[in-house]
T-cell receptor
Framework: DAKTTQPPSMDCAEGRAANLPCNHS???????VYWYRQIHSQGPQYIIH???NNETNEMASLIITEDRKSSTLILPHATLRDTAVYYC???????????????FGEGTQLTVNP | SQTIHQWPATLVQPVGSPLSLECTVE??????LYWYRQAAGRGLQLLFY??????ISSEVPQNLSASRPQDRQFILSSKKLLLSDSGFYLC??????????FGPGTRLTVL
């Protein structure tokens, strides 16, 4: 799986949009971009994933550049409960007969301030 | 909807004692199941995964073993715990889209 690079920490004011960048310059054509977050002392929580097109769900939006070498996770109106470590993961399409690992890097510690 | 349970939530065990952590999934059938470990301040390490009953793949050599006696039950075990086994143990499941969903975790302290 391609390696990702994220800033170690970011701050955001409550109610503002949080934009978390991720670089994945070695991504290949069949690799997806996944985002998870982990609130302190809890299990990671799936947020969103995409291949080429931008994606949006009830939690966030994922913007993938046209060359797919980077992406941005957008939390449109950050709240204090969004304070967590956010992980950007790039992984290949998985065959059903084999399990696949999620390789979590260091992630970005997002702190939402009141 | 699907839910994943892990117990116990926390555990303190002496070195050399046995271990059994349990994970169960509800609301889905034939999931892929995973055990990860997260050491303090570090990323997740995949320990085992299973694509079906009795099918276990080990990712790293270690003091631990895993079993899947039922479709939606995944057990992590050890005969003799080491200090280095301390950590946050996470179970996850995935469906055919291969998106993995994690349980609440078990925090194990070996003294």
């Amino acid at each position: 799986d391609a390696k990702t690079t994220q800033p170690p920490s970011m701050d955001c004011a409550e109610g503002r949009a949080a934009n978390l960048p991720c670089n994945h310059s070695t991504i290949s054509g069949n690799e997806y971009v996944y985002w998870y977050r982990q609130i302190h002392s809890q299990g990671p929580q799936y947020i969103i994933h995409g291949l080429k097109n931008n994606e949006t769900n009830e939690m966030a939006s994922l913007i993938i550049t046209e060359d797919r070498k980077s992406s941005t996770l957008i939390l449109p109106h950050a709240t204090l409960r969004d304070t967590a470590v956010y992980y950007c993961i790039v992984r290949d399409v998985v065959r059903e007969t084999s399990g696949s690992r999620l390789t979590f890097g260091e992630g970005t510690q997002l702190t939402v301030n009141p | 909807s699907q839910t994943i349970h892990q117990w116990p939530a926390t555990l303190v065990q002496p070195v050399g004692s046995p271990l059994s952590l349990e994970c169960t999934v509800e609301g889905t059938s034939n999931p892929n199941l995973y055990w990860y470990r997260q050491a303090a301040g570090r990323g997740l390490q995949l320990l085992f995964y299973s694509v079906g009953i009795g099918q276990i793949s080990s990712e790293v050599p270690q003091n631990l073993s895993a079993s899947r006696p039922q479709d939606r039950q995944f057990i992590l075990s050890s005969k003799k715990l080491l200090l280095s086994d301390s950590g946050f143990y996470l179970c996850a499941w995935s469906d055919r889209t291969d998106t993995q969903y994690f349980g609440p975790g078990t925090r194990l302290t070996v003294l």
